[in-house]
């Protein structure tokens, strides 16, 4: 396994040793003590997620105000551009965000901490994304901040109009975003 860091340091790529031949290939998509030895992070994983979307769907800008979830994505069918903003007010990196392609060809994770709205763009066909989470999902703490916020101005690279769930059309603007 291998950890790359990205623009804000918290926010990590983690890109796993693949072992294949003419068979496929096997991979260790998770392994708690290298986890921590590599990222210095002791996480414990709570709940495991799998979503399928269609071409072109976006979802987010999702997180949780309280029982504030770490995330660690990947991707097993398709490709998704996959995206974390620093929603922390307290942060050198307050309101920056950082994208990174995701997809099962490559198999990069993305770890996404507590203190960070997530969201995901579809760009295959389909898309099946899977993700671990250190605190369990809570409908009354979640908050959805918009897509196309003009003060994040996220650099989504989309083909036409996203489609979104009607929970993402009212996404708040940042500027009045509860935030950490």
């Known amino acids: 396994m291998k950890v790359v860091a990205t623009s804000i340091s918290d926010v990590l790529i983690i890109e796993p040793q693949v072992f ?3 068979r496929g290939f096997f991979f260790e998509s998770y392994n708690a003590r290298k986890f921590t030895e590599l990222t210095g992070l002791k996480t414990e994983f709570v709940q495991d997620n799998h979503s399928r979307s269609a ?3 976006l979802r987010g800008l ?3 105000i309280r029982q504030p979830q770490g995330k ?3 991707v097993v069918a398709g ?3 996959d ?3 620093d929603i922390r007010k307290n942060s050198p990196t307050f309101g920056k965000w950082e994208g990174v392609e995701l997809s099962a060809e490559n198999k990069r994770m993305l770890w996404v901490p507590p203190g960070f709205a997530h969201g995901f763009l579809v760009l295959s066909e389909y898309a099946e994304f899977l993700y671990k989470t250190t605190d369990y999902w809570a ?3 979640e908050r959805c901040i918009a897509w196309n916020d003009p003060d994040l101005n996220i650099a989504w690279p989309l083909q036409g109009e996203p489609q979104l769930s009607a929970k993402d059309r009212l996404g708040a603007a940042f500027s ?3 935030v950490f």
């Open 72 to 74: 660690l994505v990947r």
């Open 176 to 178: 009045g975003a509860e």
């Open 139 to 141: 409908s009354e703490h």
């Open 62 to 64: 999702h997180y949780q």
């Open 20 to 22: 294949g031949d003419e």
């Open 83 to 85: 995206v974390a903003v």
């Open 79 to 81: 490709a998704v551009y």
């Open 55 to 57: 071409r072109n769907v």
